[in-house]
């Protein structure tokens, strides 16, 4: 069965399907969006959305020069209406996802396996370990990775895992460590293991009206009435806890001894 395929506007546009479009459709989108009342009344939360995945030069002027640096260096130059009867003209280019730093949660979907492992190459040093726990949840959330150092000489040995990964469609990064070397493999999760999570910071989008909720499991949890309240064993108090027991919870003596003063007064 054919998935239905999502019709492509401001409104389905989220700072993780951001990173599918290119310059070309973003100009298109933002045209589109002056013939709609509500995408033009939210038009500047679409373009902070727009600008989590584009660099964005806001071009006061039109000088050709300017125009002509931007184009040189990979952006995409056109007008753009973010104010009635205001137009803007903008220099717009995806931004570059060249380092592990660059990796989020967002665009972690959206990239290949051969470009993580381009993306690892650039920045590797110490290997898999050397990288923060928090990106390599990052890499995880949209990667299954597994590592395995060995000896060169057995690393591509016949009918071991790291034959067993190729052929599985893994993609593989060799990292040296003297007379040993560290293969990190790395491939895509099928899109069924992703999890869905959405931070909705807009309650009222129509879009976001159906996501997935993860609602608290308290079926497991023990009632109050089920907890078992340990009775002390008098066998097994002695005289050093007993003392003890009867220390918590007690006052300065001194203090009490005055509060009873002032209310025998009284």
Known sequence: MEQEKKVLSLKTLTKSTVWDVQEND??????SAEKDA???ENIRHYADIIRSAFMIEDITREPQ???TKYEKLGYKVGQVRLEEGMRSLWAIKKRPITRVT???YENIRHISAAKLIEVLDRNFGGGWDSLSQSIKDIIE????????TLPKERLHKKGGMYEKKIEDGFEVLEVPKGSWVEAIFA???PEAERPRMKFNTYPDDEENEDED????DTFNK???DDIEIVEPNDDEITEENYSTMMDLGSGDPDEEAEEMSEYVDE
């Open 26 to 31: 973003i100009f298109r989108l933002l045209e």
């Open 38 to 40: 509500e995408q033009k």
């Open 65 to 67: 020069p300017v125009r």
């Open 102 to 104: 660059d990796l989020t």
């Open 141 to 148: 959330n949209g990667f299954d990775i597994s590592t395995t």
């Open 187 to 189: 491939k895509a999760k």
């Open 213 to 216: 909720v993860e609602i608290e």
């Open 222 to 224: 023990p009632d109050e």
